[in-house]
């Protein structure tokens, strides 16, 4: 069958990666997704087993630092579009070893954008290179006000700063050789296949089985946190109709302060469990702050929601339930994550 596109998905074995591409090869059944990745401690091919005999699915192991391998999976399956997501993601390695940071997330995008310039070189016309970027681009807010796409980049871990970077690469790719590019920034995500060293998998692992409830600080850090379906949705939409050269900010309108969320989940898990009330949030343990730990983050969507229809279809209770119902009910999959390396990064971090 010959597809209307031929889209790589970078990063499609990592939680937001996974639910993209299970959106786009069992929506769009006429375009052939190809998952570009790695598969670092971060990406998993068990996210993706319902898809192994979808015709419209191939899998390419493939490191974003070398050029010479993407272009082979550019010329292998004659890549029409890219929407890029691989990336290391988590802020705390990026304060224990920036370099891989560099080396991926600003090497491998820069890579990225030089295997679709020449591959793409007869004609630019219908091509789209989608890069998903974060809104820890900007910095931290103080106690008001909301992230827009003008505010301007202020990055301040190791992790935001290697995104801010990729985003100027991807902007200055569209505006000195007309690479026909699009990106969004998003705030957190939470849902299933989300691996455990982030907040939220990391204390629904840990009331689990009863282990201390690391609170970075005081807990009065906010996050706006997003269902990673509804950022897939969003990423589908402006990657199909969203205009060449623009940003779009995609968030959830629901800020939480990290104690206040922990609370919840210890309180929703007490139940679920059939545990006393208040016997998970005793616990809860204060750390050591993080590092330039931002304060809050807050995204105003309104430019997707006016241009491109989009709006987040669940309340955060709703999709909090149903997260920690899909962790509760996979048991082996958090047990097949957290064993080998993952033991010996919790212990370098929290022990
Ligand atoms: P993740 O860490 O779960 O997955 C990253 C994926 O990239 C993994 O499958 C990994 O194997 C792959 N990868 C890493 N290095 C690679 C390399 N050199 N070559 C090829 N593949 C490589 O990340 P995530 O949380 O799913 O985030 C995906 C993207 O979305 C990232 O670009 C991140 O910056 C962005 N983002 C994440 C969030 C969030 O809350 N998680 C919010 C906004 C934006
Ligand atoms: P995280 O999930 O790492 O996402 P990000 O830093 O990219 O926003 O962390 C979310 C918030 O939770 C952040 O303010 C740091 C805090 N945090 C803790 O308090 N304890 C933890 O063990 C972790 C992983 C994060």
Redesign the pocket.
């Known amino acids: 069958m010959d597809y209307i596109k031929r889209i790589a998905i970078t990063g499609g074995a990592g939680f937001i990666g996974s639910h993209l591409v299970r959106r786009m090869v069992q929506r769009y059944p006429q375009f052939l997704v190809v998952n570009l990745d790695k598969l670092t401690y971060a990406g998993n091919l068990e996210n993706l087993s319902d898809l192994k005999d979808a015709p419209n699915y191939a899998f390419e192991k493939c490191d974003i630092q070398s050029l010479e391998a993407i272009n082979a999976v550019f010329k292998r399956h004659r890549i029409t579009d890219v929407i890029h997501l691989a990336a290391e993601s ?3 390695r990026s304060i224990d070893g920036p370099l891989e940071f560099v080396y991926t997330n600003v090497v491998g995008t820069v890579n990225l954008l030089e295997a679709a310039r020449s591959a793409w070189a007869d004609s630019f016309e219908g091509h789209v290179f989608h890069h998903v970027s974060t809104d ?1 681009v900007y910095g931290s807010l103080g106690t008001d006000g909301f992230f827009t796409e003008h505010t301007p980049y202020d990055p301040r871990s190791p992790y935001s700063a290697s995104k801010a970077s990729s985003d100027h690469f991807v902007m200055a790719y569209f505006h000195t050789y007309g690479l026909p590019i699009k990106m969004s920034n998003c705030s ?1 995500n939470y849902g299933s296949h989300h691996f455990p ?4 998998p ?1 204390m629904i692992n840990n009331i689990l089985h009863e282990k201390p409830l ?3 600080g005081d ?1 009065s ?1 906010v ?1 706006d946190w997003l269902w990673v379906e509804d950022h897939a949705a969003a990423i589908d939409v402006i990657f199909q109709q969203g205009k060449l050269g623009e940003s779009y900010n995609v968030g959830g309108l629901n800020e939480w302060s ?1 104690l206040d969320l922990v609370h919840y989940l210890c309180d929703l898990m007490d139940r679920k469990l059939g545990k006393e009330e208040g016997s998970s949030r005793a616990l809860i343990k204060f750390v050591k702050d ?1 590092a330039g ?1 931002d304060h809050r ?1 807050a995204i105003d969507a309104t430019k997707l929601t006016k241009d491109l229809g989009w709006k987040p279809s669940l309340r955060f209770e709703e999709g909090l339930d149903k997260t920690v119902d899909w962790y509760l009910s996979h048991p082996e999959w958090i047990e097949n994550v957290t064993s080998g390396a993952y033991k010996a990064y919790y212990e370098k971090f929290y022990e």
């Open positions: 988590h802020v705390d820890e957190n060293e982030k907040l939220i990391l690391p609170v970075y807990g850090n996050r990290n993080r730990h983050y």
